[in-house]
């Protein structure tokens, strides 16, 4: 878990140690994981989850130093990437940029809070592995999110991305989901209220664009290299020897997300050449 995570958790929780291989922080529990990614590089993975406000956070840092925070508020079914990417000195940058997407999320994306907050490991050194590769999916962000307004749509919005003001992302097609949510549903008057359109309907590609103060649509991919993603079941039997199933254990998955999206002109977007 990185210092600038820590401090966010710590602004609302005391730390206290815990002798499972894992951190309490108030309500929180941490797994550190090691994963070996695609590249065959071994990243560094903390997953803390929070039972009573249901919701779980994911965080790793790429090798060229890309930090990757993911959250997900079970209570408001929504999903939300940051991405801190930092400059690239040969080109003369010297400062990061951070971009959010908000997505809507499904009961398939991740197990339930509770459940990460019960994991432990058996052995925290070892390199992990998905058993699953879930493939990659295409998100065409067309919406602009107001921060001051967006709590609305999770009331960790304005939190973690505090410093995308004016880059971060959402779908019209959430919107009009999380208003037909059956747990959670919300107005969509106050959802459309923390959102606004792309003046341009209709972008190039930064890839294909040659002017580098144009504005165009920028690709980026996160990939989350492990997260359990489902719950294992057995069959046994109990003590009046009827037949059940229990729980024993996790499914674990690799999953990309490709973030289609708008930016001022093309050196917001120099990876995507």
């Not at 797994?31 to 903390?46: A, F, H, T, W």
């Not at 923390?194 to 504005?215: D, G």
């Not at 649509?217 to 009827?242: F, M």
């Amino acid at each position: 878990m990185t210092e600038r995570f820590c401090r966010r958790l710590l602004r609302f929780w005391g730390v206290i140690t815990l002798g499972l291989g894992g951190i309490f922080y108030g309500g929180w529990c941490q797994l550190i994981i090691n994963v070996k990614n695609e590249g065959g590089d071994i990243l560094q993975e903390s997953i803390v989850a929070n039972a009573s406000d249901d919701i779980i956070i994911l965080e790793f840092q790429r090798p060229e130093g890309t930090l990757v925070t993911q959250l997900i508020d079970f209570k408001a079914e929504a999903q939300i990437f940051r991405v801190l990417i930092l400059g690239e000195e040969e080109r003369g940058e010297t400062q990061y940029q951070v971009v959010c997407f908000v997505v809507k999320s499904n009961k398939i994306d991740f197990i339930s809070a509770d459940a990460v907050s019960k994991l432990r490991q058996r052995n925290p050194s070892a390199i992990r592995q998905p058993e699953e590769d879930r493939g990659k999916e295409l998100f065409e962000m067309d919406l602009s999110v107001e921060l001051n307004k967006s709590s609305i749509i999770s009331s960790h919005l304005p939190e973690l991305c505090e410093e995308a003001s004016t880059t971060t992302f959402a779908r019209e097609v959430d919107l009009r989901a999380w208003t037909d949510s059956k747990n959670y549903a919300r107005d969509i008057v106050s959802l459309t209220a923390a959102v606004k359109r792309f003046p341009p309907p209709q972008l190039s590609r930064c890839r294909s664009t040659s002017s580098w103060s144009q504005p165009c649509q920028c690709q980026l991919e996160v990939c989350v290299g492990w997260y359990p993603c489902s719950l294992k079941y057995c069959r046994g039997k109990d003590s009046s020897g009827r037949t059940v199933n229990y729980r024993c254990g996790i499914k674990t998955c690799r999953k990309s997300r490709v973030f289609y999206y708008y930016v001022q002109h093309k050196h917001l977007c120099l990876w995507d050449e």
